[in-house]
């Protein structure tokens, strides 16, 4: 998906590149496309509707990425805040463990 998004992007960016226009992103290359192509009827709409379809596709990709490299960081990833937290609690269970009197 990720791949012929970019395919798309890339030709399009070769498309307003051939009328010397550079688009440094990708959100302005949809309008760019329709106001240099589309209104003077060089370029169909339903191509931009197919790059707008890709995008947003990209998009749910790179949030799932997102999300995922988030739950990694926070499942995996150890912070200064949690060493600190553990430390306490594992220091306080280590007094009350050695204060416990065990009755024989």
Do not use: G, W
């Amino acid at each position: 998906m990720i791949q012929a998004y970019y395919a798309m992007y890339v030709a399009a960016s070769a498309t307003l590149a051939a009328i010397s226009y550079k688009s440094k992103n990708h959100t302005a290359t949809v309008p760019a496309l329709e106001t240099f192509f589309v209104k003077k009827q060089l370029l169909e709409k339903d191509y931009l509707d197919m790059i707008e379809k890709a995008q947003l596709e990209k998009k749910y990709v790179d949030d799932l990425n997102l999300a995922r490299d988030r739950r990694e960081i926070a499942q995996y990833s150890v912070t200064k805040e949690t060493t600190r937290r553990i430390a306490e609690e594992i220091k306080e269970d280590a007094y009350k463990f050695v204060e416990r009197k065990v009755s024989c």
